[in-house]
């Protein structure tokens, strides 16, 4: 949930509210067409050299100014040959106006407060109080009754990240794309299984048996006790990558699950007691790390990279820095001992499929709105977007017998991957294979996605706005996961949890969150 405002949030948003008002006197109305998701391919062609082909020029190149950030040492120069090639393509000229990541959301609140935004602009938190306020006094376009004229943008975005980021219902700007399966789940050493003599678990019983197993029966075979069965921690205000102990119970990616139309927070329900007595056993019994509660990610991953635990939470397109250290020690060792799981109690997640999105001033015209749209369908297609993945022919990327070798000092000097952050294509399977795996590999973690999809679980509620969740939620969350903590380290006993949620019900805090939460649900 949102952080309470600050004071300079507050001037922000007035000088926002200012301006959003005069912005919209001086905009073109929208059309009132209903936007379809859904939508025909429009992938082109591309050439043997990676250059794009030249936009029709039947009229003069629009210029559109962007602002966005760069994560390369330098931000691609104007003169970009590969900014040359997408203007070109796009019949564009670009006024791109790179902030360094590090400083990004302070130059984005003061140029959303200056009035003087750019055509395009990143809006990396698309449920910041400070954008939302002034999208809904109409300081942006609602691109949801055109998105169905642009076949790419359509179709190459997934529907739950339009969905996501709706805002009241309107969507004030175009998403940038990710793959929304293959979340972090559990990955097991599928080498300590077949010591140990067991199947892949698909219920939480049998979790529970492996990671016993894990623990008691030496899987790793060097006459020692010295295993864990999973390497996890918890954080100051979540559950953190032991989480998923909780989450296949509750069958709930995030806070609040769905129920008969309506959203429910997760701490009311039965199952998640059920889980904290599940992860209270399970440490009970050594199978967690007996420090998970200060365990750092970076110590958390290198427990699993020294085999000392069988059991990882990871995306399995993360998994080639753990097999390397893995293979180090032991040269035999097979990129398939890494397994990942299709799914526990029927229940995996599912990511939001998007990063943030791209939004347009109300104080662009319609025609010049609806060019800019165009000018980002076409950058999606295959002939504009390979230029970010391999460059220019000659500058960045040389063809030898048919086969494409990489200048990656070039690419890296031009910032080439910088061009990402504007206009974006997601690979659906970007987070579970890497071009870098063992072929073999790649086919079953790419059937494993396939299945998961099955099952896959989206956070219902990201998004959604509660006035009173934005002051109220931070310190809930804190004590929540401090009882949690508590519980699992058996310093509270689990009763202490129904003490917990019996005060829920009486809180009038939590039970207007949880009103304001269903109508934006609602009306979304």
Known sequence: MMQGKSVKQQMLWMLVLIVSISTVLAACSGSNQTANQEGNTGSGTTNDGGNAQPAPQDEAPVEITVMNHFFSPTPPSDDNPVKREIEKATNTKLNIQWVSSNNYVDKFNVTLASGDIPDLILVRDPFDPVFRQAANQGAFWDVSPYIQDYPNLSSKIAPIAWDLTKIDGANYGVPRPRPSEGEGFFI?????????????????????????????????????????????????????????????????????????????????????????????????????????????????????????????????????????????ANPEFDFMNLLPLTSINGYNPKGPGFAGMNAIPKSVPEEKMKKILAMMDKWMTDEVFILHQRGIEGIHHTLNNGEIELNTDKMTADAVGDFNQIVYVSDPYASTVKISFPEETKQLYAQIQDEREKTSVADSALGLYSETGTTYMPEFMKNQQDLKTKIILGREPITAWDDFVAKLQNDQNFIKMSEEINEAFKNR
């Open 188 to 328: 097991l050493r599928k080498d300590w299984l077949d010591n140990v003599g067991l199947e892949p678990p698909t219920t939480s019983d049998e979790l529970y048996e492996v990671m016993k197993a894990f623990v008691k029966q030496d899987p790793d075979q060097n006459g020692k006790d010295d295993t864990v069965a999973i390497a996890g921690q918890v954080n100051p205000t979540d559950m953190g990558t032991l989480g998923l102990l909780v989450n296949i119970f509750t069958g709930a990616t995030g806070e609040w699950k769905e129920q008969d139309g309506q959203l429910v927070h997760v701490a009311t329900l039965p199952e998640t007691r059920e889980g904290l007595e599940y992860a209270a056993k399970a440490y009970s019994e050594g199978l967690i790390p007996v420090d998970f509660a200060s365990l750092k990610m970076t110590q958390v991953k290198e427990m699993f990279s020294a085999g000392k635990a069988g059991i990882l939470v990871e995306k399995s397109g993360a998994l080639q820095e753990y097999y390397d250290a893995l293979a180090q």
